[in-house]
């Protein structure tokens, strides 16, 4: 965790974050006008945005797609880490060798017995 964000208020990290928006757009040459028909929005929502007024998680997604900069949510993303219990257990589930299973052999044994 980056301490020095620690020490920002919400509004001051929301106006970071606007502003990298803003940076990326002029990174990339494209005008706000450009932004906002690639984006679906109103191009006074884009100046907003990047004057540091707070945005919708909707818009914001449609901002980073019009950047094609979708890839930064990826930070967002649950890793999910399995147990090594339950890894163990699966593992002992696994054939361990080719051929009929007990289940089948079973089977086909009651239905010897059958006939």
């Known amino acids: 965790m980056d301490l020095h964000l620690l020490a920002k208020s919400d509004l001051e990290i929301v106006m970071i974050i ?6 990326m757009r002029i990174n990339k040459n494209i005008s706000q006008q450009e932004i906002a028909e690639r984006s679906g ?3 006074t929502t884009i100046s907003r945005m990047e004057s540091g007024k707070s945005v919708s998680l909707l818009t914001l997604v449609q901002i980073l797609r019009a950047l094609d900069m979708l890839e930064v949510i990826n930070v967002f993303k649950a890793y999910h ?7 163990l257990k699966e593992e002992e589930k696994k054939r361990k060798r080719a051929g009929k ?7 086909q044994s009651k239905e010897d017995v059958e006939w």
Do not use: N, V
């Open 18 to 23: 606007c502003q990298a928006l803003k940076q």
């Open 41 to 43: 929005l109103d191009r």
């Open 81 to 87: 880490i399995e147990s090594p219990i339950k890894l």
């Open 101 to 107: 299973s007990k289940k089948t052999l079973k089977k």
